[in-house]
């Protein structure tokens, strides 16, 4: 018995059509990330309230209900490559400065 010998009411065809024209529209994706810089800045030399090691938990505990990924949290500060976040997201998780809630997630 053929799983296929009913008909269906659900706008498809009976039978097999040649497609015969074929129309593709290309849209550009909206600029929603910024884009983040190339190289880090070092921030050893500055004040210890201006250090990222300060600032970002200061920014989570803003808002402690949301969950905040590393490209966010990077993006927010302006000055660190997404790579030197994840690093220092994950060592500070590790040293207990901050909580790692699930992969990627803050």
Do not use: C
């Amino acid at each position: 018995m053929s799983r296929y010998s009913e008909r269906h009411d659900d706008g498809r065809p009976d039978v097999t059509l040649a497609v015969t024209s074929l129309d593709i529209s290309i849209h550009e994706p909206p600029e929603t990330q910024p884009a983040l810089p190339t190289r880090s800045r070092d921030d050893r030399y500055v004040l210890p309230t201006r250090r990222r090691r300060h600032r970002i938990p200061a920014l989570l505990q803003e808002n402690p209900t949301r969950l905040w990924r590393p490209r966010e949290i990077a993006a927010h500060f302006g000055d660190i490559t997404l790579h030197t976040m994840y690093r220092q997201l994950s060592r500070w998780a590790d040293d207990g400065l901050i909580h790692k809630i699930g992969p990627g997630l803050y």
